[in-house]
């Protein structure tokens, strides 16, 4: 049933099925521009909003919560990780947070697999080779990378999309290790044939390969810091397509370019598409532009998610992806 006395605001533009349905059931203000909203647009919006479509580059902070108009009730994120919204103020104000978990798993996870195969295998020193022209034949020892088969991946955070590189990682040979805030039933650790580790630092001196996987909360901050990239082998590369934040930035960078660790394959960025310009330099890191779950089927259906949290809210009922802070 349309709701169209509800008012919903959309922060940016989102695929063009997504926004005609929104269209036909709400009374929605669409965004025409692709790139975030300003602070100051956000927060006059949310005084007259019911609802907020809000992208992971639109921080919803206290302030900004405590500034909202008494009508604005819910925050459907379109997006899986709300480390950008301030949940707990949310609560505190009685407006609902929904997100769209489950349906960018399989993408992200297959991103993370990509930058595993490539990294170890120096895919972008041999496209830049090719790009450069300076390709002159097969020679016996050229861009030798490393074997990806046999070697240990350690798993920090094993959610959904850890679980899912998990299953990707054991077809290729990999043993799976993992970290996590709880352990995993028996019956999944063994189905993913997954060591668990309960000290992450123990697990990181013993795995060739880290993939992050856990979300960017204040414990999860700068897990990965100077004194836990000392910990990992030489030989070691790290994964990261969950938050930047989850690794000191700076930290990394030094470890990449004293050779403490091996190279990097990174989806996300501790300060949003500022990346720090020495990693950009360097031929054993691999960087991509925030791409994970950059799927047309992915990114249609985190829309229809939404559109189901709105609408099951709409009609008086809890959305089914209601983040709980
Ligand atoms: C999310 O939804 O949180 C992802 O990071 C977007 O790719």
């Known amino acids: 049933m349309p709701n169209q006395t509800l008012k919903v605001f959309v922060t940016r533009r989102l695929p063009e099925p997504v926004e005609t349905r929104l269209a036909e ?21 949310m005084k007259t909003a019911d609802v907020i479509v809000p992208t992971l580059g639109d921080r919803i902070d206290s302030r900004m919560l405590g500034q909202a108009g008494e009508q604005l009730k819910l925050i459907a994120n379109y997006g899986a990780g709300f480390d950008h919204i301030d949940v707990a103020t949310a609560r505190q104000r009685g407006i609902a947070v929904s997100n769209t978990p489950g349906v960018l798993t399989d993408d992200t996870a297959d991103m993370t697999m990509a ?17 450069s022209g300076d390709w002159h034949g097969w020679s016996p020892m050229a861009l030798m990378g490393h074997r990806i088969g046999g070697k240990r991946l350690g798993i920090l955070g094993m959610g959904r999309i850890g679980q899912a590189v998990a299953r990707r990682a ?3 040979g990999l043993q799976v290790h993992y970290h996590n805030r709880r352990r995993l039933h028996t019956e999944t650790e063994q ?119 709105i ?3 709409a009609d008086g009922h809890r959305p089914p992806d209601l983040v709980v802070p």
Do not use: C
Not at 29 to 39: E, G, K, M, N, V
């Open 191 to 309: 189905a993913l044939g997954a060591r668990y580790w309960d000290s992450l630092d123990q697990m990181l001196a013993r795995v060739d390969i880290l993939s992050i996987n856990a979300p960017h909360t204040p414990a999860t901050f700068h897990l990965i810091n100077a004194r836990r990239l000392k910990l990992m082998k030489p030989t070691a590369y790290i994964i990261n397509t969950a938050r930047g934040e989850i690794v000191d930035e700076n930290a990394l960078t030094r470890a990449l370019r004293s050779g403490d660790i091996a190279g990097a394959g990174l989806d996300v960025y501790e300060h949003g598409h500022a990346v720090n310009p020495r990693l950009k330099e360097l031929p054993n890191v691999l960087l991509l532009p925030h791409m994970g779950s950059a799927t047309e089927e992915g990114r249609l259906e985190m829309g229809e998610k939404v559109i189901i949290n």
């Open 170 to 172: 054991l077809a290729f």
């Open 115 to 131: 930058l595993i195969l490539s990294v170890p295998r120096r895919l972008k020193e041999g496209a830049g080779m090719m790009a």
């Open 25 to 45: 059931l709400f009374d929605v203000t669409l965004s025409d521009s692709d790139q975030p909203i300003s602070p100051d647009a956000l927060a006059q919006a």
């Open 311 to 313: 609408k099951t809210f």
